[in-house]
Nanobody
Framework: QVQLVESGGGLVQAGGSLRLSCAAS????????MGWYRQAPGKQRDLVAA?????FANYADSVKGRFTISRDKNTVYLQMNSLKPEDTAVYYC???????????????WGQGTQVTVSS
């Protein structure tokens, strides 16, 4: 069993900061790319940021310069600064994981954590 468990969401005023964490656990052999997606009510789930096992990161244009993704072993972080009301969404962690004794990578998702930015 592989799990992704997120933490760190909450309510913050515009201009504030939050840090999200997502820890992968279970019988894991290796993890390739880890990332964060978000989904606002009535909208599709979109990529926010992703980071490869080699620490190469890419960001959605809307968050460049404000958000920073990082990872440490099986945990990925999203530091969110200068938050705006339009950043309000449920944030989901995502990871490409090869299970112990597995031959291929599969994509796993966390349960989501709510981020609300008030104006």
């Amino acid at each position: 069993q592989v799990q992704l468990v997120e933490s760190g969401g909450g309510l913050v005023q515009a201009g504030g900061s939050l840090r999200l964490s997502c820890a992968a656990s279970g019988r894991i052999s290796s993890i390739n790319t880890m990332g964060w997606y978000r989904q606002a009510p009535g909208k599709q789930r979109d990529l926010v940021a992703a980071i490869t096992s080699g620490a190469f990161a890419n960001y959605a244009d809307s968050v460049k310069g404000r958000f920073t993704i990082s990872r440490d072993k099986n945990t990925v972080y999203l530091q969110m600064n200068s938050l705006k009301p339009e950043d309000t969404a449920v944030y989901y962690c995502n990871a490409d994981i090869r299970r112990l004794f597995g031959a291929t990578f599969s994509t796993y998702w966390g349960q989501g954590t709510q981020v609300t930015v008030s104006s």
